[in-house]
Structure formats: C-alpha cells, structure tokens
C-alpha cells in the first residue's frame, strides 16, 4: 500500500468555482502534514502546513482528519494563476522522511 | 543569492560519462536532501543528510553517489547511469525542528538529466 495516495484528476474548474482534493495517508502514527504546489517544470514549493485544528491562508483552507487519516484543501474562488499540480506530503511517524503524493492536476479555465 | 540553488539545470550524459549535480543552500537549514522526480510518478527521496550525516539511503543504486562536505552544499555523483536514470532530480533542505524532527523542506530549481 502506498504511504499517500491522491487523486491525480485532472480537475478543470471555472475561475471563482470552489474546489477540494483530498489525500490520504497509510500510517496512523505519521507526524507532520502539507501541502505543496508545482508548476509546469518547476519545483515544488510549499503552499501550507496542516495542523490538527485546520488552517486558513486567505482562499486556501488545509483540514486534516486523523480518524479517517485524510488531509484535504479547499480552494475557493480560483483564479488562473491556481493552475498547476497539488502535492500531498506526510512526514513519517519518525520525523526522519517525508512521503509525497503523486500530485492532483488543476487547471482554471478562463 | 536566497534559498536553494542547483547547477547544472540541465544535464545530458553517455552511459560512460561521470558528472556531479551540485546544490547549495542559502538558508541556514541543517538537513539536505536528494530527490528524483519521474514523469507520472511521486518524489521519490533517495538521500537524506542531516547536520551532515547521512541519515537515509533509500536503496538507490551506487551508480548515484551523494556527498555532504558541509551543511550548505550537497552533491550528487553520476557513474555508468542508465536511460532509466532520466528524470528531473530535486535537491531540498529543511531545519531540524524541536524534538528532532525535520521541518519544512524548500526546494532548488531541479537538474532535468537525460541519460542517452
């Protein structure tokens, strides 16, 4: 089993739509959580982290759920500049190593 | 220069041809990491060095060889790669945070090697 797993979509929504992913995790005792964007040829660069009471950065919103081991972001009113791949990253229950998923494609169309 | 920086950008090497991918971080961070990037498929990490030692070996060939002579420069030697080996390889750092866990990593531009 994989230690993350996301839907690579793709997802192409409307700019202003609302959109979710979610991700989830294989190892219940996993430490840490975030959120990562890559664009086309570029590196990953982190968006958020997850903390267990969920966080806010202005449109973009990260919960996660340790019951059901899912993180999930929310992005409301998209604009064409949120275009690109979400990486979903889990650290391990070690503190040592950090799993990635293979990432959910979202493009905004005009 | 800020951040993570990774040279060469682009690489393409013979099956017999020796290079070095060199990264360096402006950060102050104390962990490295190599990472290789494969079309359709998740980071894959392949080496961790924290304050300097290498702390994580994720079974990857020693065709690839990492070396951290201090906390800001890694390297990564290529021998006898194969075609396989293309990919785009990520370098990253992060700081140890409290309780000895690694923080938030920030990642370089990435070297794209070709293997021919």
């Known amino acids: 089993r994989k230690e993350v797993e996301q839907d690579p979509g793709p997802f192409n929504v409307p700019e202003g739509a609302t959109v979710a992913f979610n991700c989830t995790y294989s190892?219940?005792?996993?430490?840490?959580f975030f959120w990562y964007r890559q664009d086309c040829r570029k590196e990953p660069k982190l968006l958020m982290s997850?903390?267990?009471s969920g966080n806010e950065d202005g449109r973009f919103t990260a919960q996660l759920n340790r019951a059901s081991q899912y993180i999930s972001l929310l992005i409301r009113d998209s604009k064409l500049s949120d275009s690109a791949t979400y990486l979903c990253?889990?650290?391990?229950?070690?503190?040592?190593?950090?799993?990635f998923g293979t990432g959910t494609s979202l493009t905004v169309i005009p | 220069e800020t951040g993570v920086t990774q040279t060469p950008r682009h690489l393409v090497m013979g099956m017999t041809n020796k290079k070095s991918l060199k990264c360096e971080q402006h950060l102050g961070h104390n962990a490295m990491y190599w990472y290789k990037q494969s079309a359709k498929k998740p980071l894959e990490l392949m080496f961790v060095?924290?304050?300097?030692?290498?702390?994580e070996n994720n079974s990857v060939p020693s065709r690839f060889s990492p070396e951290c002579p201090n906390s800001s420069h890694l390297f990564l030697h290529l021998h006898t790669l194969q075609p396989e080996d293309s990919a785009l390889y990520l370098c990253?750092?992060?700081?140890?945070?409290?309780?000895?866990?690694?923080?938030?990593?920030?990642f370089g531009p990435g070297t794209r090697l070709t293997v021919l």
């Open positions: 190892n219940s005792a996993s430490q840490s």
């Open positions: 990253v889990v650290m391990s229950y070690t503190g040592n190593q950090f799993y």
């Open positions: 997850v903390y267990s």
């Open positions: 060095y924290n304050f300097k030692e290498q702390t």
């Open positions: 990253a750092s992060s700081q140890e945070a409290r309780g000895g866990s690694l923080g938030e990593q920030f």
